[in-house]
């Protein structure tokens, strides 16, 4: 059991992902909320939509038209944030000493994705069976396959892709650079930012090695170091597996938690008890527990408050270029993060002294893991539409 004065006082947890720290204010639950109140969302959606730019046969912003797609489809984001050719920068070396120590910039190029999960506008993956997870996953390798360099590590053992699928733009899968990282993200629904509610992902990649994925990496470089080739999340898995205290879920090749140094009310990670370095390093069976706890973890976040339970979710892994030493020290898991606090209606917002000092939470991991396990089962609108 963890200690229970912690229940009680406020503390700093470290998180060792980022080297950084958590402010825990469990004593905060009990105060009255008079902050922003939401109507709480319904499930009204059709199975498809003529308007969607997302579903089978339709025409998007572009004017791209989709195929009639009946699993996967992914396509060039429409809007993407970095693309693969624009104009030439480099900095002006001629520049004063201040001028390149303060005012840095580098060009980042790169291409964006959009993968629709189903070709149904209002299946979302709590609402899928882990085996229609499954090709979800099989997209997602088959995409980082087909970007991976050819002098990675990983190229050895990632599977030959078939990628294109057929009927699919074959211009999708030909990057006219290496790129040196792909991130896999979804943002579910609009508290996110998503701006179409049919169930999709996106993934980017770009010239650069982005903040986040390049902590973690140093991290996990420096604990490799300094515990004679120990990988820190299998052995974080272990000790989490062996207290259980903040376990959401199980299974005999992933573990998902509330990690210890969460700052989002209900933030959960996804980690392979075994060493995997990228997605190409699982086998069938290993895409298959996955995708059992993607949705375990996902039904239980819309059981939860019994609403489409918004998220950010992302893959973190080795990236598509880099050294041994870095491609050894990557290791695979999914963040989660969701912003809803009390209920459908109330949310965490980060701001004030979130934004100026360090991030802080008032649930504990250990609560907010309690509550989820307590949300298994059949999904909410199946019992709704029985009755």
């Given at each position: 059991?963890?200690?229970?004065?912690?229940?009680?006082?406020?503390?700093?947890?470290?998180?060792?992902?980022?080297?950084?720290?958590?402010?825990?204010?469990?004593?905060?639950?009990?105060?009255?909320?008079?902050?922003?109140?939401?109507?709480?969302?319904?499930?009204?959606?059709?199975?498809?939509?003529?308007?969607?730019y997302l579903c089978p046969g339709n025409t998007r912003a572009q004017g791209g038209v989709n195929p009639s797609y009946d699993g996967t489809f992914v396509f060039v984001n429409?809007?993407?944030?970095?693309?693969?050719?624009?104009?030439?920068?480099?900095?002006?070396?001629?520049?004063?000493?201040?001028?390149?120590?303060?005012?840095?910039?580098?060009?980042?190029?790169?291409?964006?994705?959009?993968?629709?999960?189903?070709?149904?506008?209002?299946?979302?993956?709590?609402?899928?069976?882990?085996?229609?997870?499954?090709?979800?996953?099989?997209?997602?390798?088959?995409?980082?396959?087909s970007h991976l360099s050819p002098l990675s590590p990983l190229a050895q053992v990632a599977p030959a892709t078939t990628l294109p699928p057929q009927g699919h733009d074959e211009?999708?899968?030909?990057?006219?650079?290496?790129?040196?990282?792909?991130?896999?993200?979804?943002?579910?629904?609009?508290?996110?930012?998503?701006?179409?509610?049919?169930?999709?992902?996106?993934?980017?990649?770009?010239?650069?090695?982005?903040?986040?994925?390049?902590?973690?990496?140093?991290?996990?470089?420096?604990?490799?170091?300094?515990?004679?080739?120990?990988?820190?999340?299998?052995?974080?898995?272990?000790?989490?597996?062996?207290?259980?205290?903040?376990?959401?879920?199980?299974?005999?090749?992933?573990?998902?938690?509330?990690?210890?140094?969460?700052?989002?009310?209900?933030?959960?990670?996804?980690?392979?008890?075994?060493?995997?370095?990228?997605?190409?390093?699982?086998?069938?069976?290993?895409?298959?527990?996955?995708?059992?706890?993607?949705?375990?973890?996902?039904?239980?976040?819309?059981?939860?408050?019994?609403?489409?339970?918004?998220?950010?979710?992302?893959?973190?892994?080795?990236?598509?270029?880099?050294?041994?030493?870095?491609?050894?020290?990557?290791?695979?898991?999914?963040?989660?993060?969701?912003?809803?606090?009390?209920?459908?209606?109330?949310?965490?917002?980060?701001?004030?002294?979130?934004?100026?000092?360090?991030?802080?939470?008032?649930?504990?991991?250990?609560?907010?893991?309690?509550?989820?396990?307590?949300?298994?089962?059949?999904?909410?609108?199946?019992?709704?539409?029985?009755n």
């Amino acid at each position: 059991m963890p200690e229970k004065i912690f229940d009680d006082i406020s503390h700093r947890r470290y998180n060792p992902l980022r080297g950084s720290w958590v402010l825990v204010s469990p004593h905060r639950t009990k105060r009255p909320w008079q902050g922003q109140q939401e109507s709480a969302s319904a499930t009204t959606l059709p199975h498809y939509d003529p308007s969607c730019y997302l579903c089978p046969g339709n025409t998007r912003a572009q004017g791209g038209v989709n195929p009639s797609y009946d699993g996967t489809f992914v396509f060039v984001n429409d809007y993407s944030a970095v693309k693969e050719t624009q104009a030439e920068y480099e900095p002006d070396a001629n520049q004063g000493d201040l001028t390149q120590l303060l005012l840095k910039a580098e060009a980042v190029t790169g291409k964006c994705y959009v993968v629709t999960f189903s070709p149904a506008h209002n299946l979302t993956l709590a609402d899928m069976s882990a085996e229609e997870i499954v090709p979800i996953i099989s997209m997602w390798t088959k995409l980082y396959t087909s970007h991976l360099s050819p002098l990675s590590p990983l190229a050895q053992v990632a599977p030959a892709t078939t990628l294109p699928p057929q009927g699919h733009d074959e211009s999708v899968m030909k990057p006219n650079s290496q790129y040196r990282y792909m991130q896999i993200f979804e943002n579910k629904g609009a508290a996110m930012g998503c701006s179409n509610p049919h169930p999709h992902g996106q993934v980017w990649t770009t010239t650069s090695l982005p903040e986040e994925p390049a902590l973690e990496l140093e991290q996990f470089r420096r604990y490799r170091r300094e515990r004679g080739g120990a990988h820190l999340l299998q052995d974080y898995a272990q000790l989490e597996s062996e207290k259980q205290e903040r376990v959401v879920f199980e299974n005999e090749s992933f573990l998902a938690m509330c990690p210890w140094w969460a700052t989002w009310p209900f933030e959960t990670m996804i980690v392979s008890k075994a060493h995997r370095r990228a997605l190409v390093d699982l086998s069938p069976q290993e895409q298959a527990s996955l995708a059992e706890a993607i949705a375990e973890v996902t039904r239980r976040y819309d059981n939860l408050f019994e609403t489409h339970f918004p998220y950010s979710m992302g893959i973190h892994q080795a990236p598509l270029e880099g050294s041994v030493e870095e491609i050894d020290a990557s290791y695979l898991h999914l963040h989660f993060y969701p912003p809803l606090l009390r209920s459908a209606t109330v949310r965490k917002f980060l701001v004030g002294y979130e934004m100026m000092a360090e991030p802080q939470r008032d649930i504990t991991p250990e609560q907010a893991a309690t509550r989820l396990r307590g949300r298994g089962g059949d999904l909410y609108r199946k019992k709704l539409a029985s009755n």
